[in-house]
């Protein structure tokens, strides 16, 4: 079974998070948006640096998955419903492809804790 890793869970699973322990980079089991692959990225390379940065980047490339017209309007659709949440771009674009897909949306961020087809893990 597929299952969406967003940001917060990539990010978790390289820091070390035992609670993700289960997750893997498997293309076959996990998917990502290249929106979720470029704030790891970032992240990382505030954290870490360079090198560091684009060696995760390359870890997590053969999971990312391309989005179709449809689930970018999804996504603007689902952030303007929750406008007060301040979600980001990648987090609502990455909830709508997990949606549309039918695959978990693995996540610790609060925003997402009790929403359809969520798994909150933190």
């Known amino acids: 079974m597929q299952y969406f890793l967003d940001t917060y869970a990539l990010i978790e699973i390289f820091l070390g998070n035992e609670n993700y322990k289960n997750y893997v980079f498997d293309p076959e089991q996990a998917i990502c948006t290249i929106f979720n692959l470029v704030e790891a990225h970032f ?5 870490f640096g360079q090198t560091k ?5 390359e870890l997590i490339k053969p999971i990312v998955i391309k ?7 999804e996504a603007n659709n689902f952030k303007l419903l ?3 949440n301040r979600l980001s771009f990648a987090d609502c674009i990455g909830y709508s492809t997990a949606l549309k897909l039918s695959t978990k949306f693995i996540t ?3 925003v997402f804790k009790g929403l359809e087809n969520v798994e909150f893990i933190k």
């Open 43 to 47: 992240y990382f390379l505030k954290k």
């Open 53 to 57: 940065s684009d060696e995760i980047y």
């Open 67 to 73: 989005i179709d017209d449809s689930t970018l309007k």
């Open 82 to 84: 929750h406008l007060k």
């Open 108 to 110: 610790g961020d609060y």
